[in-house]
């Protein structure tokens, strides 16, 4: 089985603020990469589209959607971490480490990296229970990480400490299930 884990286009609290949960829209750039992807992806015979239901990822899928006629399913498992109080705060005021503060302690008012990693093990029970080849995965920066260390048989102490995998927006990743030993390092495109 092939899954293709796909982060959200560009939207304008990138890299800005904190904005797990809310209903950001994609930027311009934003939808030039959901479409480029969609070019690049167009040709995979893909028999699947999981997607959070967060407007950012939903936008990010619809692309790859029409040009294959499928209909993405909408996943809540798949939807970034809940940041609670920090949820649209500027990242450069609250200098927040996720996993040195919050792997195991939720955010007040949140989730804590324990409860995402709970999530991507659904994600990956959907994914691995079905029966075709070839699936795509559209998330966030935190689901689609852990879920990465999921599926290449990490411990969640290990995905929270690894560097490898940072999904840039609008970036996807190929894995290959079960894991080979290239995935434990997947290239971005």
Known sequence: MKIFLIRHGETITSGQTYAGRSNVPLTAHGHRQAQDIADQLASEPISFILTSPLSRAIETAQPLARQLSMTPVETAALMEINFGDYEG?????????????????????????????????????????????????????????LLWGRLGGMSFDAACRNRIYRPRTGSYIALELPPTASQREPKET
Do not use: M
């Open 89 to 145: 705060r500027d990242k450069s005021d609250l200098g927040l480490s996720l996993r040195k503060c919050h792997a195991e302690t939720p955010i007040p008012g949140g989730e804590c990296l324990r409860d995402v990693w709970d999530r991507a093990g659904e994600v990956e029970r959907l994914v691995t229970g079905r029966n075709e080849p070839v699936g795509v995965v559209v998330g966030h920066f935190w689901i689609n990480r």
